[in-house]
């Protein structure tokens, strides 16, 4: 029998992983797919720059967050009880290690794999005397005319080094024409400069040969230097703090003031630099200090200092026998070209699993409302939809034709708010009545919402999912959607764009489960409700799917469910801040972590619901503070049986028996990968891919 639940603590700080260490896991986790062999060589590199650019974002919001703390010495310890000082000691130890796996994988793993199937990065060491004719004269046309060498005196100071971008410290001996002999300069390469040139086919010696953009340079650079001889040239690249910061309270404009700060995202302040593994101690400790760098902030790498430019080569090589197997998406039986949505939602609600099943619906959905003279008003959530967005297009052309057209951007999608600015623009200009939600919450919710005359009454259509309304992401993302014509959920949807659109207290939805008033509370509510159950010796089962797990509340609450007998599995593919197989407080709690060729961004939630029907639900919301309080989330329920074990099966039960692309959470914090050699593969995409897709499994 479990131990009588008041006699731990469970909000002890030994209870809980520390977020910012979990995501680096993550990470590892992603750079593992790079070292599968069972996986595409081209995906696999692809696999290498995501590890890459999930590191860059990382330190441009995370460790810049930490770093913040420590300048202001200030620290907000999370659940996990580490201040800001042993977190940074804790981050920088395991981000070397991974930074160190991520370029021994490019070199000793994939280098030499690309090389056997035709691909080569030709070393500046191994141009032969054809090659470096073509690197000569390519230089000379195509680099010398765009770079500009800043040598450094009193008058030429240290230049302002864009975040992310590619640059090199010369030494020089000599004395140029004005007798200046400093010894030291910066080139600054171009972001317009490809970082990777592909040689000719009749002197590449392979079907495909690259030489890296840092190889010309530095080859070069002496060219750039005339009179002078060069003793050195290290690449170096510095990443900086690019979470924006707007006072919405003390703003007029949030447009206008987010338009003011972008520029400001290029220059904040430094957290990382990377630098050549053969940069002298001297140059590199000149470039910390003139970065406000420590020791520990230096990365020395042995290959490029950006491993995400590589992502080029996969859209460069054509070799589909060395990419994924193309799939087409599908479309549902009840929504097929040439058929009134409208029509078919009236008989029932439908179902789409993104990317397996067709993003195309959606945008049907939009344009029929544009075009249907029966339809008086269109309201729906943007938060990132990517360029040249079809579903904009429809919008502004339903707002032309005189249709009430309600957008809310959130402007504050991270790292897409130059975009989501374009696009306000561009629909305010149309006529549809353009907001950008509450002042301190973001819009996370992805929702739209049709209203239409049928019959002579007025009746909302709506779709409601987990996903952005983006048709490039449909295609990489796992998410499910709904579209619905039942009255409550589109009353509920209603009422949460009467909070968005205007002011004044509005009635709590009656289906819908909605952040931040009862999204927190009614998860609460269930978990407590299973454990309750279980205590009564009841059937009691919870499974939840989401990108992260973090708030402490939820956390202690599914320790307390566990501590009840309450049976509970996490499928989560991020950051997980719950131990679980702790003796006496989570021996009931599973965590796995599921990868594969699309992202995993679905958020399912299942209760066992103590002997009624089980409850169901999808989600925009991950379990995280910021979600439940400090965004607008919806998390909407699947009523239809049909429905809701199709997401069941297909969002929690495939990924509960994935034995080949899925890693258990251990009490330690790391992860085992799951695994028999003498078991089939049964990876969950996979099976989806087959069940959904016609594709047969490897």
Not at 140 to 159: A, I, K
Not at 295 to 308: E, R
Not at 502 to 522: C, D, E, I, T, Y
Request: glycine share 6%.
């Amino acid at each position: 029998m479990p131990a009588p639940e008041t006699e731990i603590d469970l909000s002890a700080k030994d209870l809980y992983i520390n977020r910012e260490l979990s995501l680096l896991e993550f990470n590892g986790r992603v750079l593992e797919m790079a070292k599968d062999a069972s996986m595409p060589l081209l995906e696999r590199l692809r696999f290498l720059c995501i590890s890459s650019t999930n590191l860059d974002e990382f330190f441009e919001i995370r460790v810049s967050g930490i770093k913040q703390q420590l300048s202001l010495g200030v620290s907000t310890p999370g659940a996990d009880g580490l201040s800001a000082a042993e977190q940074f000691e804790r981050i920088s130890a395991q981000a070397h290690t991974l930074v160190d796996d991520q370029y021994r994988t490019f070199n000793e793993m994939l280098v030499p794999e690309l090389a056997e199937q035709g691909i080569r990065f030709v070393r500046r060491t191994h141009w032969n005397a054809e090659q470096a004719d073509w690197i000569k004269r390519y230089f000379n046309r195509e680099l010398l005319p765009v770079l500009s060498p800043l040598g450094l005196d009193p008058s030429h100071p240290f230049p302002r080094t864009l975040n992310k971008s590619l640059n090199f410290v010369v030494t020089l001996e000599g004395k140029d024409a004005f007798g200046r002999d400093s010894g030291l300069a910066i080139v600054q390469a171009p972001r317009s400069l490809p970082r990777l040139i592909r040689l000719p086919d009749e002197i590449a010696r392979s079907q495909y040969g690259f030489v890296f953009l840092s190889s010309i340079i530095h080859a070069h650079v002496g060219d750039l230097f005339p009179g002078m001889r060069v003793t050195g040239c290290y690449q170096f690249r510095v990443t900086r703090n690019s979470d924006l910061f707007v006072d919405e309270e003390e703003i007029d404009d949030l447009l206008h003031a987010l338009e003011g700060e972008l520029p400001s995202r290029n220059f904040g302040e430094a957290v990382r630099l990377e630098v050549a593994d053969n940069c002298t101690a001297h140059s590199a400790e000149y470039l910390l200090q003139e970065f406000g760098l420590g020791p520990a902030d230096v990365y020395q790498v042995n290959g490029p200092v950006n491993l995400n430019r590589l992502l080029a080569v996969v859209d460069l090589v054509d070799r589909p026998d060395l990419k994924f197997q193309p799939f087409t998406p599908v479309l549902p039986a009840v929504l097929q070209p040439g058929d009134n949505y409208f029509d078919a939602l009236d008989k029932g609600d439908v179902l789409l699993h993104h990317p397996y099943e067709s993003f195309n619906p959606v945008i049907e959905f939009i344009r029929q409302a544009a075009r249907d003279p029966a339809v008086l008003a269109i309201k729906q959530t943007l938060y990132r939809t990517g360029a040249g967005s079809r579903i904009v297009g429809l919008l502004v052309e339903a707002a032309r034709a005189g249709k009430e057209v309600t957008v809310v951007v959130e402007l504050r999608a991270r790292f897409d708010e130059a975009a989501n600015i374009e696009l306000a623009s561009h629909l305010q200009d149309a006529g549809a009545h353009v907001l950008y939600g509450v002042v301190g919450y973001k819009t996370h919710a992805k929702m739209a919402m049709v209203v239409r005359r049928h019959k002579g009454r007025l009746r909302r259509y709506v779709h409601l999912g987990t996903g952005n309304y983006h048709a490039g992401t449909a295609r990489a993302y796992t998410d499910f959607g709904l579209f619905t014509a039942d009255r409550v959920i589109g009353e509920d949807v209603h009422k949460i764009f009467q909070q968005l659109t205007g002011l004044g207290r509005v009635s709590r939805p009656k289906k819908l489960l909605q952040a931040p008033f009862s999204l927190h509370k009614g998860i609460l509510t269930r978990i407590n409700r299973e454990a309750a159950a279980a205590r009564e010796k009841r059937p009691a089962r919870i499974i939840a799917r989401m990108n992260a797990l973090i708030d402490p509340q939820i956390i202690q609450a599914l320790y307390q469910a566990s501590r009840a007998g309450v049976q509970i599995d996490l499928i989560v593919r991020g950051v997980c801040c719950l131990r679980p197989g702790l003796p006496g407080v989570s021996e009931n709690i599973r965590v796995r972590s599921v990868l594969g060729r699309f992202l995993e961004h679905s958020r399912v939630f299942y209760f066992q619901n103590d002997g009624n029907e089980p409850e169901v639900f999808c989600s925009s919301a991950d379990w995280m503070p910021r979600n439940f309080f400090r965004r607008v989330e919806s998390a909407f329920p699947i009523e239809d049986r049909k429905l809701a074990q199709r997401v069941i099966h297909e969002g929690l039960e495939l990924y509960l028996k994935d034995n080949s692309l899925a890693w258990t959470l251990q009490p330690d914090g790391s992860y085992h990968r799951s695994g028999n050699d003498r078991q089939k593969p049964r990876p969950a995409q996979g099976v989806l891919l087959q069940q959904i897709n016609g594709i047969e499994l490897s």
